[in-house]
Protein backbone atom coordinates (compact mmCIF):
# COMPACT_ATOMS: atom_id res chain seq x y z
CA UNK A 1 0.00 0.00 0.00
CA UNK A 2 0.98 3.46 -1.13
CA UNK A 3 1.91 5.51 2.20
CA UNK A 4 -1.41 7.80 2.94
CA UNK A 5 -0.40 10.91 4.41
CA UNK A 6 -2.64 13.50 5.41
CA UNK A 7 -1.14 17.29 4.51
CA UNK A 8 -0.49 18.21 8.40
CA UNK A 9 1.96 15.14 8.12
CA UNK A 10 4.01 15.76 5.30
CA UNK A 11 7.37 16.12 5.46
CA UNK A 12 8.64 18.79 2.66
CA UNK A 13 11.20 17.61 0.47
CA UNK A 14 11.94 19.30 -2.74
CA UNK A 15 13.17 15.58 -4.22
CA UNK A 16 9.85 14.53 -5.06
CA UNK A 17 8.42 13.89 -8.42
CA UNK A 18 3.96 14.93 -8.39
CA UNK A 19 1.11 14.70 -9.96
CA UNK A 20 -2.55 15.91 -8.53
CA UNK A 21 -5.85 14.87 -9.23
CA UNK A 22 -8.60 13.18 -7.32
CA UNK A 23 -7.84 9.88 -9.26
CA UNK A 24 -11.07 8.51 -7.92
CA UNK A 25 -10.90 4.78 -8.86
CA UNK A 26 -7.15 5.03 -10.63
CA UNK A 27 -8.96 4.35 -14.19
CA UNK A 28 -6.48 3.68 -17.60
CA UNK A 29 -6.76 8.10 -18.16
CA UNK A 30 -5.45 8.07 -14.25
CA UNK A 31 -2.38 5.56 -15.17
CA UNK A 32 -1.18 7.66 -18.16
CA UNK A 33 -0.39 10.16 -15.45
CA UNK A 34 0.66 7.63 -12.67
CA UNK A 35 3.15 6.13 -14.82
CA UNK A 36 4.81 9.09 -15.82
CA UNK A 37 5.15 9.72 -12.60
CA UNK A 38 6.99 6.11 -11.16
CA UNK A 39 9.37 6.58 -14.45
CA UNK A 40 10.70 9.63 -13.52
CA UNK A 41 11.07 9.11 -10.23
CA UNK A 42 12.71 5.74 -10.84
CA UNK A 43 15.02 7.99 -12.91
CA UNK A 44 16.19 10.60 -11.35
CA UNK A 45 15.79 8.39 -7.53
CA UNK A 46 13.65 10.73 -5.90
CA UNK A 47 10.55 10.47 -3.87
CA UNK A 48 7.05 9.62 -6.25
CA UNK A 49 3.57 11.26 -4.87
CA UNK A 50 -0.05 11.90 -5.66
CA UNK A 51 -1.74 14.03 -4.20
CA UNK A 52 -5.43 13.74 -3.96
CA UNK A 53 -8.78 15.02 -1.81
CA UNK A 54 -11.05 14.17 0.48
CA UNK A 55 -14.01 14.67 0.65
CA UNK A 56 -14.51 14.20 -3.35
CA UNK A 57 -13.97 18.21 -4.07
CA UNK A 58 -17.41 17.64 -6.26
CA UNK A 59 -18.76 16.77 -2.33
CA UNK A 60 -18.11 20.61 -1.50
CA UNK A 61 -18.67 22.79 -4.90
CA UNK A 62 -21.64 20.76 -6.39
CA UNK A 63 -23.05 17.80 -4.56
CA UNK A 64 -26.41 17.51 -6.20
CA UNK A 65 -29.27 15.77 -4.32
CA UNK A 66 -27.96 12.29 -3.56
CA UNK A 67 -23.99 13.83 -3.46
CA UNK A 68 -21.46 11.81 -5.37
CA UNK A 69 -20.68 8.02 -5.46
CA UNK A 70 -17.01 7.26 -5.15
CA UNK A 71 -15.36 4.45 -7.40
CA UNK A 72 -12.53 4.21 -4.33
CA UNK A 73 -12.15 4.65 -0.95
CA UNK A 74 -9.11 6.23 0.13
CA UNK A 75 -7.50 3.16 1.47
CA UNK A 76 -8.69 1.46 -2.08
CA UNK A 77 -7.18 4.21 -4.11
CA UNK A 78 -3.69 3.62 -1.52
CA UNK A 79 -3.57 -0.43 -2.37
CA UNK A 80 -4.31 0.56 -6.36
CA UNK A 81 -1.24 3.65 -6.27
CA UNK A 82 1.06 1.62 -4.75
CA UNK A 83 0.52 -2.01 -6.95
CA UNK A 84 1.91 1.28 -9.37
CA UNK A 85 4.51 1.70 -7.56
CA UNK A 86 3.93 5.54 -5.87
CA UNK A 87 5.71 5.81 -2.58
CA UNK A 88 2.97 8.15 -1.06
CA UNK A 89 -0.23 9.59 -1.53
CA UNK A 90 -1.09 12.95 -0.09
CA UNK A 91 -4.31 13.26 1.29
CA UNK A 92 -5.24 17.24 1.28
CA UNK A 93 -8.82 18.30 2.91
CA UNK A 94 -11.07 19.59 0.30
CA UNK A 95 -13.36 21.97 2.58
CA UNK A 96 -15.33 25.19 1.21
CA UNK A 97 -12.03 27.55 2.24
CA UNK A 98 -9.45 25.11 -0.01
CA UNK A 99 -11.54 25.59 -3.20
CA UNK A 100 -11.11 29.34 -3.05
CA UNK A 101 -7.59 29.00 -3.24
CA UNK A 102 -6.17 30.28 -6.39
CA UNK A 103 -4.18 28.21 -8.61
CA UNK A 104 -1.20 29.98 -7.87
CA UNK A 105 -2.03 29.91 -4.27
CA UNK A 106 -2.29 26.15 -4.01
CA UNK A 107 1.22 25.48 -6.09
CA UNK A 108 3.32 28.14 -4.13
CA UNK A 109 1.46 27.16 -0.40
CA UNK A 110 0.75 23.60 -0.82
CA UNK A 111 2.73 21.92 -3.36
CA UNK A 112 5.93 24.10 -3.04
CA UNK A 113 5.94 24.74 0.46
CA UNK A 114 4.51 22.08 2.06
CA UNK A 115 5.00 19.32 0.23
CA UNK A 116 7.93 20.08 -1.77
CA UNK A 117 8.77 19.32 -5.71
CA UNK A 118 11.16 19.02 -8.52
CA UNK A 119 9.21 17.50 -11.13
CA UNK A 120 5.46 18.45 -11.21
CA UNK A 121 3.64 16.07 -14.01
CA UNK A 122 0.79 17.35 -15.61
CA UNK A 123 -2.33 16.54 -18.26
CA UNK A 124 -2.19 18.46 -21.69
CA UNK A 125 -6.18 19.66 -20.57
CA UNK A 126 -5.28 20.00 -16.64
CA UNK A 127 -7.31 22.97 -14.96
CA UNK A 128 -7.38 22.83 -10.74
CA UNK A 129 -7.91 25.66 -8.71
CA UNK A 130 -10.35 28.26 -7.68
CA UNK A 131 -12.87 28.73 -10.65
CA UNK A 132 -10.28 25.97 -12.72
CA UNK A 133 -8.43 28.66 -13.62
CA UNK A 134 -5.16 27.30 -13.24
CA UNK A 135 -3.28 26.10 -16.45
CA UNK A 136 -0.12 24.15 -17.73
CA UNK A 137 0.93 27.78 -18.05
CA UNK A 138 0.27 27.99 -14.48
CA UNK A 139 2.29 25.18 -13.84
CA UNK A 140 5.46 26.39 -16.49
CA UNK A 141 6.12 29.82 -14.78
CA UNK A 142 5.45 28.85 -11.22
CA UNK A 143 8.30 26.38 -12.03
CA UNK A 144 10.44 28.69 -13.74
CA UNK A 145 10.26 31.08 -10.69
CA UNK A 146 10.67 28.41 -7.83
CA UNK A 147 12.50 26.20 -9.59
CA UNK A 148 10.66 22.87 -10.47
CA UNK A 149 10.10 21.11 -13.38
CA UNK A 150 7.18 20.60 -15.52
CA UNK A 151 6.47 17.47 -17.03
CA UNK A 152 3.50 17.74 -20.11
CA UNK A 153 1.30 14.34 -20.52
CA UNK A 154 0.16 15.00 -24.05
CA UNK A 155 -2.90 14.39 -25.71
CA UNK A 156 -1.09 11.78 -28.32
CA UNK A 157 0.11 10.43 -24.92
CA UNK A 158 -3.02 9.43 -23.33
CA UNK A 159 -4.78 7.98 -26.59
CA UNK A 160 -7.64 6.01 -26.69
CA UNK A 161 -7.47 6.44 -22.66
CA UNK A 162 -10.03 9.75 -22.27
CA UNK A 163 -11.92 7.62 -19.63
CA UNK A 164 -13.80 9.54 -17.20
CA UNK A 165 -14.71 8.82 -13.53
CA UNK A 166 -18.27 9.90 -14.25
CA UNK A 167 -18.68 7.42 -17.41
CA UNK A 168 -17.29 4.45 -15.27
CA UNK A 169 -20.17 5.65 -13.09
CA UNK A 170 -22.77 4.92 -15.45
CA UNK A 171 -21.89 1.93 -16.25
CA UNK A 172 -21.58 0.75 -13.03
CA UNK A 173 -24.22 2.05 -11.17
CA UNK A 174 -26.98 2.70 -14.28
CA UNK A 175 -26.01 -0.35 -16.89
CA UNK A 176 -24.77 -3.05 -14.49
CA UNK A 177 -21.99 -2.96 -17.81
CA UNK A 178 -19.27 -4.57 -15.58
CA UNK A 179 -17.38 -5.49 -19.07
CA UNK A 180 -17.20 -1.59 -19.82
CA UNK A 181 -16.12 -0.46 -16.56
CA UNK A 182 -13.37 -2.84 -16.65
CA UNK A 183 -12.04 -2.11 -19.97
CA UNK A 184 -12.00 1.32 -18.21
CA UNK A 185 -10.76 0.49 -15.09
CA UNK A 186 -8.14 -1.77 -16.21
CA UNK A 187 -9.23 -3.99 -14.26
CA UNK A 188 -12.47 -5.59 -12.31
CA UNK A 189 -14.40 -3.03 -10.00
CA UNK A 190 -14.00 -3.82 -6.79
CA UNK A 191 -15.99 -3.18 -3.43
CA UNK A 192 -14.97 -4.11 0.45
CA UNK A 193 -16.93 -5.03 2.83
CA UNK A 194 -18.28 -6.77 6.15
CA UNK A 195 -19.77 -10.22 6.41
CA UNK A 196 -23.17 -9.78 8.45
CA UNK A 197 -25.97 -11.49 9.59
CA UNK A 198 -29.05 -11.99 6.90
CA UNK A 199 -32.25 -13.75 7.33
CA UNK A 200 -30.18 -17.28 6.25
CA UNK A 201 -32.81 -18.13 4.01
CA UNK A 202 -29.94 -18.65 1.55
CA UNK A 203 -29.15 -21.72 2.98
CA UNK A 204 -32.45 -23.89 3.04
CA UNK A 205 -33.25 -23.26 -0.86
CA UNK A 206 -28.97 -24.69 -0.62
CA UNK A 207 -28.06 -21.18 -2.05
CA UNK A 208 -26.25 -20.11 1.16
CA UNK A 209 -25.22 -16.06 1.18
CA UNK A 210 -22.81 -13.90 2.99
CA UNK A 211 -24.82 -10.40 3.43
CA UNK A 212 -22.05 -7.85 2.67
CA UNK A 213 -21.87 -4.56 4.63
CA UNK A 214 -20.03 -2.65 1.99
CA UNK A 215 -17.09 -0.24 3.99
CA UNK A 216 -17.69 3.05 2.86
CA UNK A 217 -21.47 3.88 1.98
CA UNK A 218 -19.86 6.27 -0.41
CA UNK A 219 -19.12 3.78 -2.99
CA UNK A 220 -21.21 3.24 -6.02
CA UNK A 221 -23.20 0.07 -5.68
CA UNK A 222 -24.00 -2.11 -9.59
CA UNK A 223 -27.38 -1.64 -10.54
CA UNK A 224 -29.68 -4.10 -9.47
CA UNK A 225 -29.21 -7.87 -10.87
CA UNK A 226 -27.23 -11.09 -10.72
CA UNK A 227 -23.32 -10.78 -10.91
CA UNK A 228 -20.87 -13.29 -11.56
CA UNK A 229 -17.74 -12.34 -8.95
CA UNK A 230 -14.33 -12.98 -7.25
CA UNK A 231 -14.53 -12.81 -3.67
CA UNK A 232 -11.20 -12.57 -1.82
CA UNK A 233 -11.46 -14.25 1.97
CA UNK A 234 -8.71 -14.01 4.00
CA UNK A 235 -6.27 -13.37 0.59
CA UNK A 236 -7.85 -16.23 -1.05
CA UNK A 237 -9.45 -15.63 -4.33
CA UNK A 238 -12.84 -17.44 -4.86
CA UNK A 239 -15.43 -17.99 -7.04
CA UNK A 240 -19.36 -16.94 -6.56
CA UNK A 241 -21.96 -15.16 -7.68
CA UNK A 242 -23.63 -11.87 -6.00
CA UNK A 243 -27.42 -10.44 -6.24
CA UNK A 244 -28.20 -6.59 -5.41
CA UNK A 245 -31.65 -6.17 -4.97
CA UNK A 246 -34.95 -6.45 -2.99
CA UNK A 247 -35.60 -10.34 -3.00
CA UNK A 248 -38.63 -9.97 -4.85
CA UNK A 249 -39.62 -13.37 -4.67
CA UNK A 250 -39.57 -13.17 -0.57
CA UNK A 251 -41.42 -9.76 -0.70
CA UNK A 252 -38.14 -8.07 0.19
CA UNK A 253 -38.41 -4.19 0.31
CA UNK A 254 -34.52 -3.41 1.78
CA UNK A 255 -31.55 -3.11 -0.58
CA UNK A 256 -29.02 -6.01 0.08
CA UNK A 257 -26.01 -6.88 -1.41
CA UNK A 258 -25.76 -11.05 -1.50
CA UNK A 259 -22.88 -13.17 -2.01
CA UNK A 260 -22.93 -16.89 -2.82
CA UNK A 261 -19.26 -18.34 -2.81
CA UNK A 262 -18.83 -21.69 -4.92
CA UNK A 263 -18.39 -25.15 -2.64
CA UNK A 264 -17.27 -22.51 0.46
CA UNK A 265 -18.92 -23.49 4.04
CA UNK A 266 -16.75 -21.88 6.39
CA UNK A 267 -17.72 -19.59 8.89
CA UNK A 268 -17.37 -15.86 7.72
CA UNK A 269 -19.45 -13.63 10.04
CA UNK A 270 -17.48 -10.27 10.95
CA UNK A 271 -14.60 -10.81 8.49
CA UNK A 272 -13.70 -8.16 5.55
CA UNK A 273 -14.15 -9.51 2.34
CA UNK A 274 -13.53 -8.09 -1.09
CA UNK A 275 -16.03 -8.29 -3.89
CA UNK A 276 -14.56 -8.07 -7.87
CA UNK A 277 -17.47 -7.84 -10.03
CA UNK A 278 -16.80 -9.55 -13.41
CA UNK A 279 -19.95 -9.27 -15.58
CA UNK A 280 -23.74 -8.84 -15.01
CA UNK A 281 -25.68 -12.30 -15.79
CA UNK A 282 -29.39 -10.75 -16.02
CA UNK A 283 -32.27 -8.38 -13.98
CA UNK A 284 -33.60 -9.32 -10.51
CA UNK A 285 -36.89 -10.97 -10.81
CA UNK A 286 -39.66 -12.54 -8.74
CA UNK A 287 -40.31 -15.73 -9.34
CA UNK A 288 -43.58 -17.97 -8.43
CA UNK A 289 -41.70 -20.00 -5.82
CA UNK A 290 -39.32 -21.30 -4.30
CA UNK A 291 -38.53 -24.52 -6.99
CA UNK A 292 -38.51 -21.88 -9.90
CA UNK A 293 -36.10 -20.03 -8.20
CA UNK A 294 -33.70 -22.14 -6.86
CA UNK A 295 -33.74 -23.43 -10.84
CA UNK A 296 -32.45 -20.24 -11.94
CA UNK A 297 -30.09 -20.21 -9.61
CA UNK A 298 -28.43 -23.43 -11.20
CA UNK A 299 -28.69 -21.91 -14.65
CA UNK A 300 -26.97 -18.55 -13.13
CA UNK A 301 -24.35 -20.80 -11.96
CA UNK A 302 -23.42 -22.32 -14.73
CA UNK A 303 -23.18 -18.75 -15.98
CA UNK A 304 -21.61 -17.76 -13.68
CA UNK A 305 -18.74 -20.36 -13.42
CA UNK A 306 -18.31 -20.35 -17.33
CA UNK A 307 -17.71 -16.47 -17.35
CA UNK A 308 -15.25 -16.82 -14.26
CA UNK A 309 -13.42 -19.54 -16.09
CA UNK A 310 -12.39 -17.21 -18.34
CA UNK A 311 -10.54 -14.80 -16.07
CA UNK A 312 -9.50 -16.85 -13.22
CA UNK A 313 -5.88 -15.79 -14.17
CA UNK A 314 -6.51 -11.77 -13.91
CA UNK A 315 -8.00 -12.19 -10.14
CA UNK A 316 -5.38 -10.34 -8.21
CA UNK A 317 -6.09 -7.44 -9.81
Given amino acids: MADIV ?3 DVIRNTNTVLTVGTFDGVHAGHKVLI ?19 DPHPREIIEPGDAGIKLLSSLQE ?6 DLGVDQMVVVPFDRDFSLLTSEQFVKEIIWEKIGVSHFVIGYDHHFG ?4 GTIDTVNRLGNELGFSSLVVSKQEV ?3 TVSSTAIRKAIQQEGNMKQAASFLERFYLMNGTVVHGDK ?3 TIGYPTANIQPQNEKKVTPRMGVYAVFIRVDGEYLRGMMNIGQRPTFEGTEHT ?3 HIFGFD ?24 VEELKSQLKKDETNARKILNKHAPNIAK
Fill in 159 to 161: GNK
Fill in 201 to 203: RGK
Fill in 266 to 289: KEIYGKDIQVQFVERIRDEIAFSG
Fill in 77 to 82: RSELLA
Fill in 6 to 8: YLK
Fill in 35 to 53: NRVIEVSNEKNTRSVVITF
Fill in 130 to 133: RDRE
Fill in 257 to 259: LEV
